[in-house]
């Protein structure tokens, strides 16, 4: 087969085994059951959108296939979907039609946003205590705050037929990833650690653990 031809046998998916955004993805590639290869990131300070798969962002995930780049997580996932065999009934961001639902969404992305921004920030040897770092980690507190007081009532209100929600893929790895690296304690968010006990007895979870790749 030639070497084009067999790079694209199946799709590249580019990111981190650490990253909650690849996580989401990969949680994505698992229950849709598309067969996907891992091609890691290493240099998070690396400036050359090759590296990440031609994203300009310079950001993960990216998927790389026969048609081109899909750059960010929801685009990754739309065209995991597409190619899915399994059609289970998906739950997306637009379906999101009321403000308790559309808002818990805005703010999980939002949340991981901050959190990559307050990692990132710490690698490239940001002072710790700066203005912008106390009002980015305030910000983070204050959705996380809005998250737990809110998500009984988010829950209760996807459509209980689902077989997956983007919201719930991107709360959950919020949620653990805020642990995994040590930005935030999540033990006083009680009812986030119900929905993450819960979430986590999929399948998908337990293959997609956390983890820095080597």
Known sequence: MPAAIEEFARPILIGRSSSHFTRITRIFTSELGVDCSFQVVRDLMSSNPEDYGGNPALRIPSLKTRQGVWFGSLNVCRELSRRSELKPFVVWPEDLDTPVLANAQELALQAMSTEVALVMSQMGGAVEGSAHQAKLRTSLMNMMAWLEANVGAVLAALPAQRDLSYL?????????????????????????????????TRASVRETAFRFDT
């Open 168 to 200: 719930e893929a991107t709360l959950y790895c919020l949620v653990t990833h805020l642990e995994f690296r040590n930005v935030l304690p999540t033990a006083p968010y009680s009812e986030l650690n119900r929905f993450c006990q819960q979430f986590a």
